[in-house]
C-alpha cells in the first residue's frame, strides 16, 4: 500500500494558546518515534521554524513555494530529524496576493507530490481565521485546538466550527477535529469541575474529544525555542516535555491505533 501522510493542523484563532509550542512538540516527538515529519509553518510570525531551530530570514519560504517561485522541494529545509518549510512577515501579504477560486487550496495542491515522503505532516496556523488558516483546513485530515486553561473561552468556537464544517461541506469532505488538549496547565491546582465542565461541553459542541494528556505549565516549554531546541532535547524531564510525550502516545493511537508501523 502506498504511504500517503497524516495531515494535522493546530488551530485556534485566539493567541497564545500553544499552537506553535504543540505543533513543535508534536513534530519533535513523531519524529522521536520514528515517523517521518515535515512541519509547515503557516503563520507570518515565523514561530514554528524558529522553534525547530531554523534561520526563517534566509532561504526559501512557504510563501515562496505558494506563489510558486519555488518549488516545494526547495522550500523543504531539513534540521536534524525534521524536515520544515519555513514561513516569515512577508507571509501576510497572502490575503492579497491569493485570488481567485482556488485560493483556499493552494497550500494542498502544493503539498500533495510530497504527502508519499511523509508519514505526518504537521501545520502551524497564525491566531486568525483568514485564508492561510483556511489552506490548513482544506489540506488537512486533522484538526487539533490547543486551548490555554487559563484562557479557557467558548468565544471564537462557533466560527471555528462553521469553517470546519464549511470547509467540509465543500473542499475536503475528510476534515476530522482529533481533540482539544489543554494547554499550559498549573499543576498546583487540579483541574477545576469548572474547567472540566466547560471543556468537555465545548469538545461536545464540536463533536470531538478532549486529549486526556493535559500540558502542564513549566518554564522549559517557554525558553526551549530560543535556543532552537524541542521539548524533549532542551528538558527531557520537564512537565511539559513528560506531558507532551503522553500526547504524542495519545495522537499515535487515535491515528494509527493498533496498526503497527512500518
Ligand atoms: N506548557 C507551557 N508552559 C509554559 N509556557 C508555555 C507553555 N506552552 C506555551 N507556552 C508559552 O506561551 C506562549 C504562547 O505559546 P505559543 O506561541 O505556542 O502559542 P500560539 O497559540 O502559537 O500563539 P500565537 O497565536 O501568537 O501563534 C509562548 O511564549 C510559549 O513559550
Ligand atoms: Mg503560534
Known amino acids: 500500500m502506498i504511504n500517503v501522510a497524516h495531515t494535522i493542523v493546530l488551530t485556534n484563532q485566539k493567541g497564545g494558546v500553544g ?3 504543540t505543533s513543535a512538540s508534536l513534530a519533535a516527538g513523531l519524529a522521536r518515534k520514528g515517523r517521518k515529519v515535515l512541519a509547515v509553518d503557516m503563520d507570518p510570525q515565523g514561530n514554528l521554524g524558529f522553534s525547530l531551530g531554523a534561520d526563517i530570514d534566509e532561504g526559501p519560504t512557504v510563501y515562496d513555494a505558494l506563489e510558486g517561485k519555488v518549488t516545494v522541494y526547495d522550500a523543504i529545509k531539513r534540521i536534524k530529524d525534521i524536515d520544515i518549510i519555513r514561513s516569515n512577515i512577508l507571509l501576510s501579504g497572502a490575503e492579497a496576493a491569493f485570488r481567485g477560486e482556488r485560493r483556499e487550496i493552494l497550500l494542498k495542491n502544493l503539498l500533495d507530490p510530497v504527502a508519499r515522503m511523509y508519514d505526518y505532516v504537521i501545520i502551524d496556523t497564525p491566531p486568525a481565521f483568514n485564508v492561510l488558516t483556511l489552506n490548513g483546513y482544506s489540506a488537512a485530515d ?15 468556537l462557533v466560527q ?3 469553517t470546519y464544517e464549511t470547509i467540509k461541506q465543500s473542499v475536503n469532505p475528510n476534515l476530522e477535529i ?3 488538549v489543554l494547554t499550559k496547565y498549573e499543576k498546583r491546582r487540579n483541574l477545576s ?3 472540566q465542565e466547560m471543556v468537555e461541553t465545548v469538545a ?7 486529549f486526556g494528556s493535559v500540558i502542564r505549565n ?7 525555542p530560543a535556543h532552537g531546541e524541542n521539548i524533549f532535547e532542551y528538558s527531557p524531564r520537564s512537565n511539559p516535555a513528560r506531558d507532551y510525550g503522553a500526547f504524542v502516545d495519545e495522537v499515535l493511537q487515535i491515528v494509527e491505533g493498533g496498526r503497527k508501523h512500518g
Open 193 to 195: 469541575h469548572d474547567v
Open 142 to 156: 486533522y484538526l487539533i485546538i490547543p486551548m490555554a486553561t487559563e484562557i479557557l473561552s467558548l468565544m471564537g
Open 218 to 224: 513549566g518554564v522549559a516549554a517557554a525558553e526551549a
Open 19 to 21: 499552537k506553535t509550542t
Open 160 to 162: 471555528l466550527k462553521e
Open 178 to 180: 482529533m481533540g482539544i
Open 204 to 210: 461536545k459542541q464540536l463533536g470531538t474529544r478532549v
